[in-house]
């Protein structure tokens, strides 16, 4: 017994959540797609910024957490 009094449990959070990793990638995806395409190729340019975009958001979602 410990004086009639309850102790108290304490449990560990862990942050497991893959969306950093996953706007890493994508960020890393679109830079590659954007240093790669030629001047004539504008749709896969457009496409790699949108790749860093939609990284960018991913990665502030799971700062903000």
Do not use: D, H, T
Request: charge should be positive.
């Amino acid at each position: 017994m410990q004086n009639g009094r309850k102790r108290a449990s304490y449990s560990r959070c862990y942050k497991g959540g893959g969306l950093p990793v996953l706007g890493v990638a994508l960020v890393a995806a679109g830079l590659i797609l954007l240093f790669m395409c030629i001047p004539g190729w504008a749709w896969a340019a457009l496409a790699g910024l949108l790749l860093i975009a939609v990284g960018f958001v991913l990665i502030r979602l799971e700062m903000g957490r």
